[in-house]
């Protein structure tokens, strides 16, 4: 090669690299002249920033922006709505990356040293989004949003078919969401719309629709009668829905029984039904001595079947069925009766009465109703229940008694005599003192305090045996005539639990008298007058030769007005 040529490639290589060494002084001085602050003319959220430091500017962008930035955003769907906070979802702005990005401080970036040498421009904010977080917050929110679906239901209530109609229910979708509030975040918006999926319910209105028209209207369309040999039991077509109900779920919907409502509605029906059934063994007399009245067999509807066919009925074509019937022993047997037999009388008492031919009817009707009542162990005897009201139909006249405190004549007077002597015989036999109620005026007849009235409706004998063995009680009386008073004596026959049951002396104290009146009144009584009194006693149970339990009583008589008629 020429020395010439080698001069000339001489000078161009060294023409080169002063062009380099130019170029990269001129890039040194660019990134000195853009310096550490921002560039004058810089913005960025909309915030001027220029020719602040990087520190200044990120702090002037907390200062203005950060209220705003950090505010909740609400998340809406339908009528729900729920504030998420970007701090708690991972959602922030990065300030110092923010003003980086604006020029701000030292960089050897081309694209930052141009924006400096140019005065600079407006930048977006540099947003953080942690999408973990984000997606945890947004799925800490799915309960606000969710609804649950409404299966289609049926039911009958006070004997109506109720339909419960279908619901779509809802479920947040979280991903979406979270989607959603991350672009509101970083398009400064507060506001964002919940993704939602519509969550349909299992049992659809199809499914009960068919159960209503098919089943349910079969069950419920004509009268179901139910056959037995001593009569049926009827249930009309408009009352069927009351014994029904509806099972099963989803598609699985089939026609129920009310068993309990059934058989409680069938219960007295059945007592009648029933009543050519077992005859339990019982008692009489006989010259005077209790016998055994034998027991015998009998077919029984029992509440099971009733419902087994009344179920048949309704979920079949045949609307008439036969109910089977059970033979079953009585519940108290002959063998049973023959061995607990009464063979003594436990109580026993006797009153007496002055002639009156009420008195002989009223209360010889008591005792001949009375006769051979037999009280098995833990019953309850009730007079009003067993004799029932005091009407000319039932067997009683007019006579007195007491009402108001004075004597008026009406059906069925004189039978308190017939309580009052019962009671005394249940209260010698031990039997446990249910309900009793002394008259309000004395009667010297009876004993003070140890006697009883009645009342139809209102006041009531009852006793109840509380031994282990049956009862048996007696009635007679030996009527009054002229001039011959009558009698009513009624025996306990059992078998004996205590040695014997005695009374206290009868203590009478706190005597009180009425007064004098005179009564214009049409149906008018004159009355003598009558002694008030308080009178306090005892029932003494005795065993093994000593008393081993007591039961005070106390009643206080009202004194008796005399009374004149105008």
């Known amino acids: 090669m020429s020395e010439k040529k080698r001069s000339r490639g001489l000078w161009i290589g060294v023409g080169v690299g002063a062009a380099a060494l130019l170029a990269g002084g001129a890039y040194t001085a660019a990134y000195f002249v853009a310096g550490n602050h921002v560039p004058a003319k810089a913005t960025a959220g909309g915030v001027a920033i220029g020719g602040l430091s990087p520190?200044?500017?990120?702090?002037?962008?907390?200062?203005?922006?950060?209220?705003?930035?950090?505010?909740?955003?609400?998340?809406?769907?339908?009528?729900?709505?729920?504030?998420?906070?970007?701090?708690?979802?991972?959602?922030?702005?990065?300030?110092?990356?923010?003003?980086?990005?604006?020029?701000?401080?030292?960089?050897?970036?081309?694209?930052?040293?141009?924006?400096?040498?140019?005065?600079?421009?407006?930048?977006?904010?540099?947003?953080?989004?942690?999408?973990?977080?984000?997606?945890?917050?947004?799925?800490?929110?799915?309960?606000?949003?969710?609804?649950?679906?409404?299966?289609?239901?049926?039911?009958?209530?006070?004997?109506?078919?109720?339909?419960?109609?279908?619901?779509?229910?809802?479920?947040?979708?979280?991903?979406?969401?979270?989607?959603?509030?991350?672009?509101?975040?970083?398009?400064?918006?507060?506001?964002?719309?919940?993704?939602?999926?519509?969550?349909a319910p299992a049992v659809g209105d199809d499914v009960v629709e068919a159960f209503r028209g098919g089943p349910l209207n079969q069950a419920l369309t004509g009268p179901v009668s139910l056959t037995t040999a001593s009569g049926s039991i009827d249930f009309p077509e408009a009352e069927l829905a009351q014994w029904l109900t509806v099972e099963g779920e989803a598609g699985e919907l089939s026609v129920g029984v009310d068993e309990a409502k059934l058989t409680e509605h069938v219960k007295d029906k059945l007592v009648t039904i029933n009543k050519a059934g077992p005859k339990d063994a019982s008692y009489a007399f006989s010259d005077g001595k209790v016998t055994v009245v034998p027991g015998q067999k009998g077919t029984v509807i029992e509440e099971k079947a009733v419902v087994e066919a009344f179920k048949q009925a309704v979920s079949g074509a045949?609307?008439?069925?036969?109910?089977?019937?059970?033979?079953?022993?009585?519940?108290?047997?002959?063998?049973?009766?023959?061995?607990?037999?009464?063979?003594?009388?436990?109580?026993?008492?006797?009153?007496?009465?002055?002639?009156?031919?009420?008195?002989?009817?009223?209360?010889?009707?008591?005792?001949?109703?009375?006769?051979?009542?037999?009280?098995?162990?833990?019953?309850?005897?009730s007079m009003n229940g067993h004799v029932g009201e005091r009407t000319a139909a039932n067997g009683f006249t007019d006579g007195y008694v007491i009402n108001g405190g004075v004597l008026v004549k009406e059906p069925g007077g004189g039978v308190s005599q017939a309580a009052t002597t019962l009671f005394n015989a249940a209260f010698f036999a031990g039997f446990e003192d249910v309900e009793h109620k002394p008259h309000s005026l004395y009667f010297p007849r009876y004993p003070a305090g140890r006697e009883a009235t009645l009342y139809y409706g209102s006041v009531d004998l009852k006793f109840k045996n509380n031994t282990q063995y049956p009862a048996v009680i007696q009635g007679f009386i030996n009527p009054s005539s002229s001039g011959k008073q009558g009698s009513v004596t009624f025996r306990i026959w059992s078998t004996k639990t205590w040695d014997k049951v005695t009374s206290s002396d009868l203590v009478k104290s706190n005597f009180t008298s009425g007064t004098e009146r005179v009564s214009t009144a049409a149906n008018c009584e004159p009355q003598a007058p009558i002694q008030g009194f308080t009178v306090n006693y005892k029932r003494l149970f005795h065993k093994d030769g000593k008393v081993v339990k007591t039961e005070p009583f106390r009643w206080t008589y009202q004194p008796g007005d005399r009374i004149t008629c105008a």
């Open 318 to 381: 045949e609307r008439t069925v036969a109910v089977k019937g059970v033979e079953k022993e009585p519940e108290f047997t002959t063998a049973e009766a023959e061995q607990m037999k009464p063979k003594e009388v436990i109580g026993e008492f006797t009153t007496k009465y002055p002639h009156a031919a009420y008195r002989n009817t009223n209360i010889g009707t008591v005792a001949k109703k009375v006769n051979g009542y037999v009280l098995m162990p833990g019953e309850t005897f």
């Open 55 to 199: 520190e200044q500017a990120a702090q002037k962008l907390r200062d203005e922006l950060g209220a705003a930035t950090e505010q909740g955003i609400t998340l809406t769907a339908g009528d729900s709505s729920v504030e998420i906070l970007p701090a708690d979802a991972g959602l922030a702005i990065d300030y110092p990356a923010t003003v980086a990005a604006a020029g701000g401080g030292f960089s050897w970036n081309p694209v930052n040293i141009w924006r400096s040498l140019n005065g600079g421009d407006a930048v977006e904010l540099v947003h953080v989004v942690d999408r973990d977080k984000l997606t945890q917050a947004v799925a800490a929110q799915e309960r606000a949003f969710a609804q649950v679906p409404l299966d289609a239901g049926i039911a009958i209530t006070d004997g109506k078919v109720v339909v419960t109609k279908a619901k779509d229910g809802a479920k947040l979708k979280v991903d979406e969401t979270a989607t959603a509030v991350e672009e509101a975040f970083t398009a400064g918006r507060h506001e964002a719309t919940a993704a939602v999926e519509t969550v």
